[in-house]
């Protein structure tokens, strides 16, 4: 399995890397724009079957996404201002991802499979135009957001095997993922808040051409980083246990095994498909306020 884990670390890496630092000088990255649109359409081609539909309509539903993207492509909205699109999609995720925990593994089945399959499938669809805008912008923006994301993951894991139902008593969603604890999701926001004051310093120093995330908001104020990270945080996790979720629903451990060692690519993205427009809100608020 590990050896898995690391040829599939490798593989990805090699495909990724070319993609995310090809110049593209503020216009549409095409090879990462278009490494983005594989891994959507495999993400699209994954939720048809998490959702109990059979290999040829998961299919049509991974090529569905692949034109809806290509389309957004075409008629030029990744160079558009699509703030609307944040706000939407963030409110979206805030007061769905509420409703979907609160009503748990069995509420999962009680909603209609067409509003499941379009909501997922706008999800990704607004999660790729997302990475593809925060590239766009610039590298140091695009990566300030996935490692958020990534170092809030590391931190929540050590902080739970450390810390975890030390200071408090109720694990943080039993019946969805049973080894996440409260003290994880502090573990990973502290993280989180170490990695923002670091890269606004790192920024200054460096004198960056392009400002990160974390440099953006501190520039509006100290508070609104403050607000912003661990907003961003703590959406992570909800995208990651309503994931879990859907899987459990579905008896699923993995979404699909097209990377092994490492399960599907929703495994893999869960976690960015809310921070990823919610990113992408909070610039634009920084940009138009």
């Known amino acids: 399995m590990l050896k898995q884990r690391i040829i599939t670390a490798i593989v990805l890496l090699a495909i990724l890397l070319p993609a995310l630092f090809y110049p593209s000088n503020g ?6 724009a278009c490494v983005m649109l594989a891994l959507i359409a495999a993400a699209g081609w994954e ?3 998490l959702n109990g539909y059979g290999q040829g309509i998961s299919l049509l539903f991974g090529a569905e996404i692949l034109c809806l993207c290509l389309l957004s492509w075409v008629l030029g909205l990744l160079d558009q201002s699509l703030s609307i699109v944040w706000i939407v999609a963030s409110a979206a995720w805030v007061l769905g991802g509420a409703f979907l925990l609160r009503a748990a593994v069995p509420g999962w089945p009680r909603i209609p499979k067409p509003l499941r399959v379009v909501g997922g499938l ?22 300030s957001i996935l490692l958020l994301v990534w170092v809030a993951d590391v931190f929540a ?14 694990k943080l969603a039993p019946s969805i993922s049973p080894g996440k604890s409260w003290e994880g999701v502090w573990g990973g926001m502290a993280g989180v808040l170490v990695l923002a004051l670091a890269w606004v310093w790192a920024d200054a120093s460096a004198q960056a051409m ?6 953006r908001l501190a520039q509006r104020g100290w508070w609104l980083l403050l607000i912003g990270v ?5 959406m992570s996790v909800v995208g990651d246990l309503v994931e879990s979720l859907i899987k459990r629903s579905a008896g699923a451990k993995d979404s699909s095994s097209l ?21 992408m809100m909070l610039w634009s608020f920084c940009e138009y306020a």
Request: proline share 6%; charged share 10%.
């Open 27 to 32: 216009t549409v990255p095409i090879p990462f």
């Open 47 to 49: 939720w048809g079957k």
């Open 122 to 143: 706008l999800a990704l669809w607004v999660a790729w135009m997302a990475a593809v805008q925060a590239r766009m912008i610039g590298i140091n923006f695009l990566l």
């Open 157 to 170: 894991y050590f902080a739970g095997r450390a810390f975890g139902l030390k200071f408090t008593r109720n």
């Open 210 to 215: 392009v400002a990160s995330l974390y440099t």
């Open 230 to 234: 661990v907003f961003m945080a703590a």
């Open 259 to 279: 990377l092994p060692g490492h399960g599907g690519v929703l495994d893999r993205v869960d976690a960015l498909l809310p921070a990823l427009p919610i990113a």
